[in-house]
């Protein structure tokens, strides 16, 4: 009703002052109620589209507020009780981890699992009626849980509790694990970019050649001596570059044929451009394309500087490293089953190995 005075008036005063002003001052009257009844078409126009979009607004925002209580209600979590940051942490910090989880997600729907139990329990979560999932751990388990989410077609939220958490800082999402849960309760949604390598989806990158041989062998050293995870990846690598195993690949990226005798084969979902100890390893995760790096060297000194140069961000003034921005690739080696590492999982994949960008597949709640 305020609306519609305010523009009554409104449009009573341009009347007198129109009829002021103009040749025929006696045809506009000077009682309101009058020329309210006369030019009723002046008031309406006027006073409809403020009123309409106010009545809108005010329904989109109750809309998505209902929208966000609906789906934070609705969200399962799957962590890592194992992840490289909860290892070492008493009992009363994982406590306060589950309280602060509990006001995201449904409690009863929080699942503590092993690295190799998360995708099983994401896929329940996802039976007993899960519209999304949480997922705390390192970037093995997130790739786990985020394959279940992309097939499911629910979203994705990620808690940084591994040792680097590559995907997560690419993500933008926050260090701090309170921080990070109150980006969760933000609840904002957007869609990036999945990897696939022979029907399994990854989001960080594939790799053939030295490092997951490198994997395997520190996995073992973990094993069999105990070791902590850097102390054995140290002896790994000295292991590994000791042997030097070259690989004979052929890669094919949109009909063209390349033969190398390589030490690595690289494919990153979505393309590095600031290096590995930059803030921003990847600008962006929506591109919908592969990076694709084939280093061409038989020399433990010029692999060496390749990776110093590409951990710098240098990539574009690397000798020998070939590399290129794909849709698909194609990746053959003379074995029938190659040793590759999958977001950092060692895995026995089938040659040939065929990778392809999968744009928008996977919607994440992130900054």
């Not at 309760?185 to 050649?209: A, H, K, M, P």
Request: positive net charge; contains cysteine; glycine residues 8%.
């Amino acid at each position: 009703m305020r609306i519609v005075r305010y523009f009554t008036c409104l449009g009573f005063l341009r009347c007198n002052m129109k009829a002021e002003s103009g040749p025929n001052k006696h045809c506009f009257s000077r009682n309101p109620a009058a020329s309210v009844r006369r030019h009723r078409w002046l008031q309406i126009p006027m006073a409809w589209p403020q009123l309409l979009i106010t009545v809108t607004a005010r329904f989109v925002t109750a809309t998505t507020r209902l929208t966000v209580g609906i789906q934070l209600n609705q969200l399962g979590a799957v962590i890592n009780a194992s992840a490289g940051s909860l290892a070492r942490v008493e009992s009363a910090a994982r406590e306060s981890l589950q309280a602060e989880l509990c006001s995201v997600v449904r409690p009863e729907w929080v699942r503590w699992v092993s690295g190799a139990d998360a995708e099983k329990e994401a896929k329940q979560l996802i039976e007993k009626g899960a519209q999304g999932l949480v997922v705390g751990g390192g970037d093995g388990t997130i790739s786990a849980v985020a394959g279940v989410a992309a097939a499911a077609g629910v979203c994705l939220g990620v808690l940084p509790l591994g040792t680097r958490n590559h995907f997560a800082r690419d993500l933008g999402v926050p260090a701090d694990v309170g921080d990070a849960i109150r980006t969760l309760q933000d609840f904002r949604l957007r869609r990036i970019d999945l990897g696939e390598v022979n029907g399994t989806t990854f989001i960080n990158n594939v790799s053939l050649g030295l490092y997951p041989k490198l994997v395997a062998r520190r996995e073992k050293f973990q094993r069999s001596r105990g070791w902590r995870k850097l102390t054995a990846h140290a002896a790994a690598a000295g292991y590994v570059l000791r042997r030097f195993p070259l690989s004979r690949v052929s890669v094919e990226v949109e009909g063209r044929l390349m033969m190398a005798k390589t030490p690595i084969v690289f494919v990153s979902n979505n393309v590095c451009r600031d290096g590995l100890l930059a803030d921003a390893r990847r600008p962006a995760l929506d591109l919908g394309k592969l990076w694709v790096c084939v280093a061409r060297t038989d020399s433990r000194l010029a692999l060496m500087r390749m990776c110093r140069d590409f951990l710098l961000g240098r990539r574009d003034e690397i000798p020998g490293l070939d590399a290129e921005e794909v849709d698909a690739v194609t990746v053959t080696m003379r074995r029938r089953r190659m040793l590759v590492a999958v977001d950092g999982e060692v895995r026995h994949l089938a040659s040939p190995l065929r990778l392809r960008s999968l744009p928008g597949a996977l919607q994440v709640i992130a900054p």
